[in-house]
């Protein structure tokens, strides 16, 4: 059974940093893309980051390019996200994702900037 779990979310001012991370667990992590997802309310779901399955490829999203940094520790089977600079405008949940359009889904954590 796969399971994904993300943490790290919260209440951040604007101008801070937050860092999230995602763990998963029945599957070979280092064969697996991961990725970083964010919905905000009204809003579809987004692509934020993506990492190959190596740690040598990302991809990001324009509006975080910069600001966002994307890694991965396949002995800790752990994907983090490091949010820098953070806008009123990132204010959503974020989801981690394990693989190229599978199902293997986190439930989300919180992420709210604002002062």
């Known amino acids: 059974q796969v399971q994904v779990v993300e943490s790290g979310g919260g209440l951040v001012q604007p101008g801070g940093s937050l860092r999230l991370s995602c763990t998963v667990s029945g599957l070979t992590f280092s064969s697996y893309a991961m990725s970083w997802y964010r919905q905000a309310p009204g809003k579809e779901r987004e692509l934020v980051v993506r990492?190959?399955?190596?740690?040598?490829?990302?991809t990001y999203g324009d509006s975080v390019k910069g600001r966002f940094t994307i890694s991965r520790d396949n002995a800790k089977n752990t994907a983090y996200l490091q949010m820098n600079s953070l806008k009123p405008e990132d204010t959503a949940v974020y989801y981690c994702r394990a693989g190229l359009g599978t199902r293997y889904w986190g439930q989300g954590t919180q992420v709210t900037v604002s002062s």
């Open positions: 990492i190959s399955s190596s740690g040598g490829g990302t």
